[in-house]
């Protein structure tokens, strides 16, 4: 989809340049930071509805954003869903943990009734209805979300239902362990993966599992970012809610920025 990109004004620009020309990076001629960089929607456009839903979705596809983010899990049957946390009770206001529920019973809680009664039909959905949902429109950070509770089997079921349905080019997987990635690669060597951190990387330090390094925004600094891209990364960054931390991300050079609002970022 294409985006609609605010200009920057002349200073930033002009300090962004600077930037980049003593990093060394290459982009095209007149090319903006902008107009380059990649907008995740963080679990769906989750500042209008219902985090990890497919309604989230289909609102995030109407901003133009590039890619959405979200959190797999598994339910007590087995099956491969969509949900953040381990405990249902913060989101839904319902007891228990996400893997003491079948899939047929999570389906029968509103995973975020705080969002008012717009969302009162908004389900847990599992993963093969959001990429089913997703396909040939918009690209997926599927987030790989270990809780000690999944079958031994869960990373190859998430790989392999990104085969089955014919999405290898538009999905990556991302987790903060950085076992699961090389599982994944074990797997399928030519599927996207990203490591997760929300402490402090060396950039120097070889990931050949990674393909992308998502830093939390604290972490982004010039020096950071480019010496992951150094290495042949691509630098995302979360969560980007404020024109304070989206200036971090520009004069940083991040390549994805991952947001709860994809249609008023930028």
């Not at 042949?232 to 709860?260: M, Q, Y």
Request: net charge negative; proline share 5%; charged share 25%.
């Amino acid at each position: 989809m294409m985006k609609i990109r605010k200009r920057v004004a002349g200073a930033a620009l002009l300090t962004f340049a600077v930037l980049l020309a003593s990093s060394g990076k290459s982009w095209a001629a007149g090319e903006t930071w902008e107009q380059r960089v990649e907008i995740t929607a963080h679990r769906g456009n989750s500042s209008q509805a219902p985090d990890n839903t497919l309604e989230a979705f289909e609102s995030a596809m109407k901003t133009g954003a590039d890619w959405i983010e979200t959190d797999v899990t598994q339910s007590k049957d087995g099956i491969l869903v969509l949900f953040h946390d381990e405990d249902l009770g913060p989101a839904t206001g319902k007891q228990g943990k996400i893997w003491e529920l079948t899939f047929e019973e999570l389906r029968q809680i509103n995973p975020k009734p705080s969002m008012g009664p717009s969302f009162r039909d908004a389900r847990v959905p599992s993963l093969s209805e959001a990429m089913d949902l997703c396909k040939d429109k918009i690209k997926m950070n599927l987030e790989i979300k270990v809780n000690g509770h999944q079958t031994a089997d869960f990373v190859a079921r998430v790989v392999a239902m990104v085969r089955e349905k014919g999405m290898d080019d538009q999905c990556m997987i991302t987790s903060f362990q950085y076992s699961v990635l090389e599982q994944v690669k074990a797997l399928a060597p030519g599927l996207k993966t990203g490591l997760i951190t929300n402490t402090a990387i060396d950039p120097a330090q070889p990931l050949p599992a990674a393909d992308y390094v998502m830093l939390n925004v604290s972490l982004t600094i010039p020096q950071v970012v480019s010496g992951l891209q150094a290495q042949g990364k691509k630098v995302g960054v979360w969560t980007v809610n404020d024109g304070t931390a989206l200036e971090k991300c520009r004069l940083a050079g991040a390549d994805n920025v991952i947001t709860d609002k994809p249609g008023t970022i930028l």
